[in-house]
């Protein structure tokens, strides 16, 4: 199977089935002597676990990660990070209905069309259990991003139509509610908002929000590499994303050139810095120095419990209802996913940028 390795210089390559034994990352590329532990990296797959509120899958899974290889005495080697979370609550037999079929909104068919055979239980490589390797090796890209000032932080921005306000942003508060929302008066009527669909059986999509702080100017690459391109690339790799925008987003279309510049201004400390951020922090492909401000649009959960028109293997139409424990909104539990993925692909720019000047290497090398 391609496609399940990320990264250039920093890269992880994800495995593992959502009902098989476990799952997991291996991370190479990661300096030696960066200070990490099983702790660091389990903060983040809390956050990510099923079971932690009414808006998640009742699957009770404790996500403990296992560090395998590539730590020593509790430092970074320089040699491959393995890290691995067993599956404990699998119950493949809330799936058998479905094994003929094709659920909507889902991979059934796709992967069926392209390897001729597919594992539907929980929807194997497809289901959102394969982000648990992404969450981990995104805890080590942050943590090597804060031992360089960088800080990454996403939130959940809106469930449906019930939004944040900007003016009560609080982003302690996203951990004080099961939404992730970082306003607690839209937290509470977006509970509302869902506790209604629910009851019916359906879902609700959302938009989260994702912001680097600390990132230096000039780490991206000015072609097919550029920051918001590989950021784009690695939010839209996680399932059920369905657009990407970054800064003003699709609403500088609307805007005038005037009013979308970012006038350079120099700051209190004498250094460059912009009067506004319409950029969104990044400028041809390269960070500016800004904060980076990235949303990211997820649809509703495809599993609902209403019934449902579809195909089965011998083409047959049929209606299904969809068993099992499922999420009645995918944002919550994907933020951290989105945080993940982000902090990981700025940490591996970050070192590609390295080789960008000639002087900064003779420094390096010549001292």
């Keep these: 199977m391609a496609g399940s390795v990320w990264g250039t210089l920093l890269t992880m390559t994800t495995w593992g089935e959502s009902h098989g034994k476990g799952l997991g990352v291996v991370v190479d590329g990661c300096p030696a002597g960066l200070p990490l532990c099983e702790a660091d990296i389990q903060k983040y797959l809390q956050r990510r676990k099923p079971g932690q509120s009414r808006f998640t899958t009742k699957r009770q899974e404790e996500d403990a990660v296992e560090i395998l290889s590539g730590v020593f005495e509790g430092r970074t080697t320089g040699t491959p990070i393995s890290l691995m979370v067993r599956n404990t609550d699998q119950r493949s037999h809330d799936y058998d209905a479905i094994k003929d079929l094709y659920r909507p909104g889902h991979a059934d068919y796709t992967f069926d069309k392209k390897y001729g055979f597919r594992d539907y239980r929980g929807g194997g490589r497809s289901s959102g259990r394969e982000t648990i390797g992404r969450v981990a090796a995104g805890a080590i890209g942050a943590k090597l991003l804060e031992s360089l000032g960088v800080y990454v932080a996403a939130y959940t921005r809106s469930v449906g139509e019930v939004e944040i306000d900007d003016a009560r942003f609080d982003l302690e508060e996203r951990m004080n509610n099961g939404l992730c929302m970082p306003d607690a008066q839209a937290a509470l009527r977006a509970q509302e908002y869902l506790e209604s669909l629910m009851e019916r059986g359906d879902s609700a999509g959302g938009v989260a929000e994702c912001m680097i702080w600390g990132l230096p100017a000039g780490v991206g690459e000015p072609v097919f590499e550029k920051l918001d391109a590989r950021l784009a690339h690695a ?19 609307r805007m005038v050139g005037s009013e979308n510049n970012d006038p350079f201004i120099r700051g209190a400390d004498g250094a460059v810095t912009k009067a506004s951020n319409h950029a969104g922090g990044i400028l041809g492909g390269i960070s500016d120095g800004s904060p980076v401000v990235m949303r990211v649009s997820f649809k509703p959960t495809p599993s609902v419990s209403l019934t449902q028109k579809t195909v089965n293997c011998c083409g047959e139409e049929v209606e299904t209802v969809v068993k099992g424990r499922h999420d009645p909104i995918v944002v919550p539990r994907a933020v951290v996913v989105l945080e993940a993925m982000a902090a990981f692909t700025a940490a591996d720019l970050l070192l590609v940028s390295m080789t960008s000047r000639i002087d900064r290497i003779q420094d390096f090398f010549a001292g």
């Design 235 to 253: 939010a839209m790799s996680i399932g059920a994303v369905k657009g990407v925008e970054i800064g003003s987003g699709f609403r500088a279309s």
